[in-house]
């Protein structure tokens, strides 16, 4: 039998038309739980790359509207289904990106899961998850930094860890400073590798460094940065590029890898269309592999990791729920360094 939800209306942002300006809080009515499923009290919520080319119609144009983005959020347990045994009222919880890919290969009901997609969005005060669907937030992050782990930092960790079999000593390569760039930076620094980091403010490589890389480039002042990089490494190449541009930048990364080194594909930040010439991939023996964030089981993985190292998200800015449009619009200007959070409720 369905468990009644303890609140009868709850506040979520809706999207009625493309474009951020059209994204409007609205009141929903709760709905009541089948036996498998929780009911969270969202505390915080952030932004991916993705949710912006979601609001702006660029991610899929014939998405079905009206719809609630945003597939990164926090929580704390209100209530679970009678079947539910995983968890109970006032634990903390974090929503997987995909709640249908728990383990595995993934497959297309997987992908079809993906939160803030369509289906269910994470940008409301409340949400209704599977158990499947929900992971334990580690005792030492807030909210607000546990929000930003489902979907950028699960992607680091499949993309170096998972993916990339990452060793100590090994060379990583990072574009930018968003979110996975950033994780990636944090994971590869946690297994002691040496990491050439990009980025076209001296400031954000100012920053960097603070963080422990200790070679950096600036893409704009040296835009043939895949020479800078060879130099950097006597010629040699990276083990691995977390390759988060796409298609403007993709031939610098294979320029820039080693033989037999490994780029992870995961962002289209300047681009999907290419004239790439697979020469590179074949005669330096390159694995290009395709990341799309991970399943439940690689999110443990990795909490189990940032648990025992202590490892903080780095936050950009954190905007109060009534504000949302105001952080898209900070991620649309490419200032942040790290996260943008919204905090939903306390």
């Not at 474009?19 to 932004?47: F, M, W």
């Not at 990339?164 to 944090?186: D, H, K, M």
């Not at 390759?243 to 403007?248: C, T």
């Amino acid at each position: 039998m369905a468990t009644a939800t303890t609140q009868a209306t709850f506040r979520c942002y809706e999207l009625g038309e493309f474009g951020i300006d059209s994204l409007a809080i609205k009141d929903r009515q709760a709905t009541n739980l089948k036996p498998s499923e929780v009911l969270v009290k969202v505390h915080a919520v952030s932004l991916n790359f993705r949710d912006l080319m979601m609001v702006m119609g660029r991610y899929n144009p014939k998405m079905k509207l009206p719809f609630t983005p945003c597939s990164d959020g926090s929580g704390t347990v209100v209530e679970v289904g009678s079947d539910v045994k995983k968890f109970k009222a006032g634990d903390r919880v974090m929503a997987a990106f995909m709640p249908d890919w728990t383990a595995g290969k993934l497959h297309e009901d997987a992908g079809r899961s993906a939160l803030g997609g369509g289906g269910t969005g994470m940008l409301a005060e409340q949400v209704i998850l599977p158990e499947h669907g929900l992971v334990h937030i580690p005792n030492h992050l807030s909210f607000e930094e546990a929000a930003t782990l489902p979907c950028a930092a699960v992607t680091a960790w499949n993309a170096l860890i998972e993916s990339g079999n990452l060793r100590p000593g090994e060379t990583v390569l990072t574009l930018g400073t968003g979110g996975v760039s950033i994780f990636a930076i944090q994971f590869a620094l946690m297994n002691g590798c040496d990491i050439i980091a990009t980025s076209g403010s001296d400031a954000k490589l100012a920053r960097l460094k603070e963080m422990g890389v200790t070679k950096t480039i600036n893409y704009k002042t040296t835009p043939d940065w895949s020479k800078e990089v060879l130099k950097l490494t006597g010629n040699r190449g990276v083990d691995h590029v977390v390759e988060v541009g796409g298609a403007g930048t993709l031939d610098h990364s294979l320029k820039s890898t080693a033989l037999a080194g490994h780029v992870a594909v995961i962002g289209v930040l300047s681009g999907v269309q290419t004239d790439l010439n697979p020469r590179l991939i074949l005669m330096k023996n390159i694995r290009v592999q395709g990341i799309f964030v991970g399943s439940r089981q690689m999110f443990e993985n990795m909490n189990r990791a940032i648990e025992q190292h202590k490892l903080k998200p780095v936050i950009d800015k954190v905007f109060p729920f009534e504000q949302a449009i105001d952080a898209l619009k900070w991620m649309e200007s490419g200032s942040h360094f790290g996260k943008i959070v919204i905090n939903v409720s306390k």
